[in-house]
């Protein structure tokens, strides 16, 4: 079993930046891989960034060049940092992590970004 719990949400106007953290329980060695995942109302539930054992990331297209995912794991969390925010980031943010074929989802944390 792994818990992730958010934090660093919050709201912000275009052009600026946030830094969101993903704490996880148990050793980040074990943890095959951790991700962010956005949901704007009325929308699915979008990849934003993902990163493996490795350290190795990837980005989806609408977030390269803004987002940087890295991860700290003496600290076991990874984080997000978010530049040049756009009102289209405007979505709750979830952390993933998966370990031995199981997926856990953190409870999200509201992203804003305005005008």
């Known amino acids: 079993q792994v818990q992730v719990v958010e934090s660093g949400g919050g709201s912000v106007q275009a052009g600026g930046s946030l830094r969101l953290a993903c704490a996880a329980s148990?050793?980040?060695?074990?943890?095959?891989?951790m991700a962010w995942y956005r949901q704007a109302p009325g929308k699915q539930r979008d990849l934003v960034a993902s990163i493996n054992a490795g350290g190795s990331a990837n980005y989806a297209d609408f977030v390269k060049g803004r987002f940087t995912i890295s991860k700290d794991n003496a600290k076991n969390t990874m984080y997000l940092q978010m530049n040049s925010l756009i009102p289209e980031d405007t979505a709750v943010y979830y952390c993933?992590?998966?370990?031995?074929?199981?997926?856990?989802w953190g409870q999200g944390t509201q992203v804003t970004v305005s005008s």
């Open positions: 148990g050793s980040f060695f074990t943890i095959l891989s």
């Open positions: 993933t992590a998966t370990k031995s074929g199981n997926t856990y």
